[in-house]
C-alpha cells in the first residue's frame, strides 16, 4: 500500500527532468539569480504536486518525494532555488495540515539545509557523482528524523510500515533527480561549450582544418577555404592539396603531414605558398596528429598563419643592421682612435682641464662602441645569424689573453685578477674570439661589482668529459629575487647598481647564448655578502695534446708539478707561460706580491717564479713573509730581472733563489731550472716516460713501479714529444700502437743511450731491434715484471731492489 504511492511519484521525475532542460535553455542568457530562482521554481512545482497526486495513506500524513525535489533545488540551483523550492513546498505543506504537518515542514527545512551543504562541497572541489550519492544519504536521513515529530498514535504506524520504503525511495529518488539533472546540465555545457569552439573555429583569420590519413579535407575554417580560393568550405571537404596547389608544393605538404604521422609528435615549420591571385608567400604551420581514445590515428590537424609580411620586416630589418653596423662603427672607430691619440700625447702635451674633458671623452666612445656592439650582437643571436666558427684551441692562452685585456680596467678599484689553471694542456673546441667575448663580459661584470682591493679569480678545471671555465668575484652577490632573471635581456637587479656600474643589461644574456651556441653550459652560485661565481662548461677535445703527469708515488699528484708566476709584466708572465706550455708544469698566475703570498698558503706548488720588478724596496719584507709560512719555508724560487742591475740590486737575497734569469728570457735554462726541482723532489728516483693510450695499463705500470721510479705518462705520439723535449727520461716505455701514431716515430727523439723498452701485442721490427733495449709482449707479461725490466735496465744500481722485491727478468724477453 505505501510502495505505490512513492512509486507514482518517480513518474514526476521524466516530467521535470524535461521541463529542466527547456528553461536551462531559456535562461542562459539570464544573469544571477535567475537561473536558480528558475530551478528552484520548477523543483518546487514537482514538490507541490507530489505532494496533491495522490490521497494520504493515513490521515493528515503525505508520504511522497518533496524531500528529494527540494534537496536538488538547493544542489542545482543554490541559495534562490533553495529557497524558492523550499517556500514553495512548504507554503502547500502547511496548506494541507494534518497531525503529520509538523514532520513535513521538519523535513523540507532539513532538505533545503543538505542541498545547500553540498551544494557548498560541490563550489569548493567540483562536482561530480558523489555529491549526487552525499544528497541522496543525507535526504534519506533527513526523513527518517522527521518521522520522530510525528504524533505518538502515528509514529508506530508508520514506523512499522513506512520507514523501509520511505528511506529506500527517498534515496532512490533523489539519485534519480540528481544524476538526470546532473546529466542535463553537463550537456548544456558541452553544447555551450561547442557553440563557443564552432565560433572560434569560423571567425579565426588562420587557416584551421583537419584532413584524414590520407590528406582529404575533412573539416576546415572559413579561413582555410578564402585561402584555397574557394567560397564555401564545403567545396574543399573531400578534397588534398593537389586540388588547390601546384604539384611540388602538394608534395611537399604531404612528405611533412606523412612525417608527423610517423612519428606522432607535433611539428612547426615555415613553408611557402601560392595566393589564389599568384603571388607568393610564407606560412607558419603548425600540424598536429590527432588519435582517438585507442591511440588509433584518425588524421592531422594544421594550422597555417600568414607570415609573410613578417618575413619581410625582418629582411628589411636584417638590412638596417647591416646598414648601421657600418654606418655606426666605421666612425666610432675612427673617434675612438683619435681621441686615444690626443689623450696619449701624440699631438702634444695637453692643459690638465683638457686632458680630463679628453678623457671623460674618451671613456664615453668606448661605453657607446660596446652599447652598439651589444645592440647588433642581440640582433644577430634574435635572427639566428651570430656567426659561430669552431675549431679546437689550447684554452690557457685565451684565459691569459682575457686577463691582459681587462688589467686596466677600472685601474682607479685596484682589483687584483688571478688565474688558476688546474686543467694544464686543456684544449677546447670554440670560437676564440667568441669565447673572448664571454669571457670580456663575465670579467668586467666582476670588476665591476666588486669592492675595492679585492680580488676577480678566473680559473679552469677538468670535470667528467668537460673543461670548466670560472669567474669567481668577491661582491655583494646576487639578491635572491634577482636570480632567476639574471640571464635575461635589459635585466639588471636594480636601478641604483645601473646608474652606479654602467650597462645595458645585455651581457649575461649573449654570453649565454654564445655559450650555448658553442655547445656549452653557463650557470652560476652566489651568495649574498661572500661573492658570485660564474661557470662555463665546455666539451674538452678528447685528443687534445696536453702536459698530464700520471699520479704515481714517485712523481706526487699533479699539484706537486704546478708553477705560480708571480708578475705584473704581461710580456715576461706571456713568456714563461709559453716555456710551460710544452712541459709536465700547470701554473698560476698571481698580479703582485699579496697574491702571490695568499696563494702560497692556499696551494701546493713546486717552484715560485718571479719578477724581481715587483720587489723595489720590498724584498726583505717579501721574502721573510715568504720564509715564515709553513709551504713557503722550502719554496723554491727562480727570480726574473730585466737587466743585470737588477741582479745586483737583489743579490743580498741570493741565498734565497735558487736561479737567475735575465730578459730576454731563456727558456731553456727555465724549463732546466725546473726539471732540476722535479728530479729534486722525486728523491733521486728513475724518471721513466711510459709511452700508452690505455689508462688501466697506465695505472698498473705506475703501481709495479711503487716508490723505485717516478712514471710520467703520455698517451700520445704529440704528447710524448712534448715530454721529451721538456724533460729527461732514465726509461722509455712505448706502445706501438697509439691514437696518432706508431710509438716508433718516438725512437729519434729519444736520447742516445736512453733505454727503450717497446711494451706492446705486436711484433718488432727487425730494423728496430738494435734501438729497442727489451721486447715485451702484452697479456704475456705481469706488469710487475715490466716494471723490474725496465729498472733492471736504467743500471745497476737499481738491481739489488729489483731482486729484493723477488722479480725476475721474464724468460721471454727478446733483444
Known amino acids: 500500500m505505501i510502495w505505490q504511492p512513492l512509486l507514482a511519484n518517480l513518474a514526476l521525475v521524466a516530467i521535470m527532468v524535461n521541463l529542466f532542460d527547456m528553461a536551462a535553455a531559456r535562461t542562459a542568457g539570464f544573469g544571477e539569480p535567475w537561473p536558480g530562482v528558475t530551478t528552484g521554481a520548477l523543483l518546487g512545482i514537482g514538490a507541490v504536486i507530489a505532494m496533491g497526486m495522490l490521497p494520504p495513506p493515513m490521515p493528515g500524513v503525505f508520504i511522497d518525494l518533496r524531500v528529494p525535489f527540494v534537496g536538488a533545488a538547493g544542489l542545482f540551483g543554490g541559495v534562490p532555488g533553495a529557497l524558492v523550492a523550499g517556500a514553495m513546498s512548504g507554503a502547500y505543506r502547511f496548506h494541507l495540515g494534518g497531525q503529520g504537518a509538523p514532520a513535513g515542514l521538519l523535513s523540507l527545512v532539513l532538505a533545503t539545509g543538505a542541498g545547500l551543504m553540498v551544494y557548498r562541497l560541490r563550489r569548493l572541489r567540483g562536482r561530480s557523482v558523489l555529491d549526487v550519492m552525499t544528497l ?132 612547426r615549420i615555415e613553408e611557402p605558398f601560392k595566393r589564389p591571385d599568384g603571388s607568393s608567400g610564407w606560412l607558419s604551420t603548425l600540424k598536429v596528429p590527432l588519435t582517438d581514445g585507442s591511440g588509433r590515428l584518425l588524421g592531422i590537424i594544421t594550422h597555417n598563419r600568414d607570415i609573410t609580411d613578417e618575413r619581410q620586416s625582418a629582411e628589411a630589418k636584417k638590412d638596417f643592421i647591416a646598414l648601421i653596423s657600418h654606418e655606426l662603427r666605421t666612425p666610432l672607430t675612427s673617434i675612438r682612435g683619435s681621441l686615444g691619440l690626443i689623450s696619449s700625447g701624440v699631438a702634444g702635451q695637453l692643459p690638465p682641464r683638457a686632458a680630463s674633458l679628453m678623457s671623460i671623452a674618451h671613456s664615453n666612445c668606448e661605453r657607446l662602441i660596446l652599447l652598439v656592439n651589444d645592440i647588433l650582437d642581440i640582433e644577430k643571436i634574435a635572427s639566428g645569424k651570430m656567426a659561430i666558427e669552431m675549431r679546437p684551441v689550447q684554452l690557457r692562452p685565451l684565459l691569459q689573453h682575457a686577463l691582459a685585456a681587462h688589467a686596466d680596467y677600472l685601474p682607479e678599484k685596484q682589483i687584483k685578477l688571478v688565474l688558476l689553471d688546474d686543467a694544464p694542456g686543456a684544449a677546447v673546441s670554440v670560437d676564440p ?195 715564515g709560512g709553513e709551504v713557503g719555508r722550502t719554496l723554491p724560487v727562480i727570480m726574473l730581472c730585466s737587466d743585470g742591475a737588477a741582479t745586483a740590486e737583489h743579490r743580498g737575497f741570493a741565498s734565497e733563489v735558487l736561479d737567475w734569469l735575465t730578459a730576454p728570457l731563456d727558456q ?148
Open 433 to 627: 674570439d667568441r669565447l673572448h667575448q664571454a669571457l670580456s663580459n663575465l670579467l668586467s661584470n666582476a670588476l665591476k661589482f666588486s669592492p675595492d682591493g679585492s680580488t676577480v679569480t678566473v680559473g679552469s678545471v677538468a670535470i667528467a668529459g668537460a673543461i670548466r671555465i670560472f669567474v669567481r668575484d668577491e661582491g655583494p652577490g646576487i639578491p635572491v629575487e634577482f636570480q632567476s632573471r639574471i640571464f635575461g635581456r635589459f635585466e639588471q637587479a636594480e636601478a641604483a647598481s645601473t646608474r652606479r656600474s654602467g650597462g645595458t643589461g645585455l651581457g649575461l644574456n649573449i654570453t649565454r647564448a654564445i655559450v650555448e651556441r658553442m655547445d656549452g653550459r653557463i650557470d652560476f652560485t652566489s651568495a649574498i655578502g661572500t661573492g658570485t661565481t660564474f661557470t662555463i662548461d665546455l666539451p674538452a677535445v678528447v685528443a687534445a695534446p696536453g702536459p698530464a703527469t700520471h699520479d704515481s708515488a714517485a712523481s706526487g699528484p699533479l699539484e706537486n708539478h704546478r708553477i705560480l708566476i708571480c708578475g705584473s709584466d704581461r710580456t715576461l708572465n706571456g713568456q714563461v707561460g709559453e716555456a710551460l706550455a710544452s712541459t709536465v708544469f700547470s701554473s698560476d698566475l698571481a698580479p703582485d706580491l699579496d697574491a702571490c703570498l695568499r696563494l702560497v698558503g692556499e696551494r701546493p706548488y713546486a717552484a715560485l717564479v718571479l719578477d724581481g720588478a715587483l720587489l723595489e724596496e720590498c724584498a726583505a719584507h717579501f721574502f721573510t713573509a715568504l720564509r
Open 136 to 267: 541522496a544519504a543525507l535526504l534519506a536521513a533527513a526523513n527518517l528524523v522527521s518521522i520522530f515529530a510525528l504524533p505518538d498514535q502515528v509514529f508506530s504506524a508508520v514506523l512499522a510500515s513506512a520507514v523501509l520504503p520511505l528511506v529506500v525511495l527517498t534515496f532512490g529518488g533523489t539519485a534519480i533527480i540528481g544524476l538526470s539533472l546532473d546529466g542535463v546540465e553537463r550537456r548544456r555545457t558541452l553544447e555551450k561549450t561547442n557553440l563557443i569552439y564552432r565560433a572560434m573555429v569560423e571567425q579565426l583569420p588562420d587557416n584551421l582544418n583537419f584532413k584524414d590519413v590520407d590528406g582529404r579535407f575533412v573539416i576546415v575554417n572559413p579561413a582555410t577555404a578564402t585561402s584555397l580560393g574557394q567560397q564555401r568550405v564545403e567545396d574543399v571537404v573531400g578534397h588534398t592539396d593537389e586540388d588547390f596547389h601546384p604539384k611540388d608544393l602538394a608534395q611537399a605538404y604531404r612528405q611533412h603531414e606523412e612525417a608527423v604521422l610517423q612519428s606522432r609528435n607535433p611539428s
Open 668 to 815: 731553456h735554462r727555465l724549463r732546466a731550472a725546473l726539471s732540476a726541482i722535479v728530479k729534486r723532489n722525486a728523491g733521486g728516483r728513475v724518471s721513466i716516460l711510459h709511452v700508452e693510450d690505455d689508462m688501466s695499463v697506465l695505472e698498473v705500470f705506475a703501481q709495479a713501479v711503487g716508490d723505485k721510479g717516478a712514471v710520467v705518462a703520455a698517451r700520445s705520439v704529440e704528447e710524448a714529444r712534448r715530454r721529451l723535449r721538456s724533460q729527461d727520461f732514465d726509461a722509455v716505455v712505448l706502445d706501438q700502437k697509439l691514437p696518432d701514431g706508431s710509438g716508433f716515430d718516438l725512437l729519434s727523439d729519444v736520447p742516445a743511450g736512453t733505454p727503450v723498452i717497446v711494451f706492446s701485442a705486436y711484433d718488432v721490427a727487425p730494423d728496430l731491434a738494435g734501438r729497442v733495449t727489451f721486447v715485451i709482449t702484452k697479456s704475456k707479461t705481469r706488469e710487475l715484471d715490466v716494471a723490474a725490466a725496465v729498472l733492471q735496465a736504467v743500471g745497476p744500481t737499481n738491481a739489488p731492489a729489483v731482486r729484493a722485491s723477488g722479480a725476475a727478468r721474464p724468460a721471454h724477453f727478446t733483444t
